[in-house]
């Protein structure tokens, strides 16, 4: 069946240095969204992208959309204590949402 | 309103029970959705309505049943569950469905099934 997948399963990092999650999925999609779900919390929308190479920043995240529409990925820039959580990517593939398993970001003591 | 609530929060049934989850959106949204959660993995989609109707039903074991009496309003309806069905669920709104759209998550129900 169709498939995204969301690497890597868990970041470590120090707080300051850059996170990065990938996904790939086995289908041209239509879109791709992204999500963040903190702890204890529920998946928030963070950003729809649409277009075949599209890149759009949000203050420290920056999104990406391959040419191909089949990848996707996050940058976090200087990663910040309020960066905890789990991030998602969902894709858009003849009507089904296929998310992908998520990328946890953990900020080291 | 940009807000998705759910009741109740916590849940803990019997496997006889019977018991409901609501969700309530008042932005106007056509789509509403339910999703399963476990603990470490994505949501999985359950079913969805568009425009009160349902439109996908995921093979959903019948022992939960949705409902949408308005366009405001998802329920669901929960009956002889197991304790592999406790997880979180979770209640979500688009403005159509016809190409998924931003998402609105409510806070979800957390569900134990003892």
Known sequence: GQQVMQIPQYQHVQEGEDFTTYCNS???????????QRPGGHPVFLIQLVKSGEVKKQKRLTFQFG?????????????????VG???????????????AGTKLIIKP | ??????????????MTNKKSLKCEQHMGHRAMYWYKQKAKKPPEL????????LS???SVPSRFSPECPNS???NLHLHALQPEDSALYLC???QFWTRYGEQFFGPGTRLTVL
């Open chain 1, 67 to 83: 040419e191909a529409k089949k990848n996707s990925s996050l940058h976090i820039t200087a990663t910040q204590t309020t960066d």
């Open chain 2, 72 to 74: 405001s309003l998802l």
């Open chain 2, 56 to 58: 996908i039903n995921e």
């Open chain 2, 92 to 94: 979500a709104s688009s």
């Open chain 1, 26 to 36: 086995s289908t041209t999609l239509s879109n791709i969204q992204w999500y963040k």
């Open chain 2, 1 to 14: 309103d940009t807000e998705v609530t759910q009741t109740p929060k916590h849940l803990v049934m019997g």
């Open chain 1, 86 to 100: 789990t991030y998602f990517c969902a894709g858009d593939s003849n009507y089904q949402l296929i998310w992908g």
């Open chain 2, 46 to 53: 359950m079913f969805v309505y568009s425009y009160e109707k």
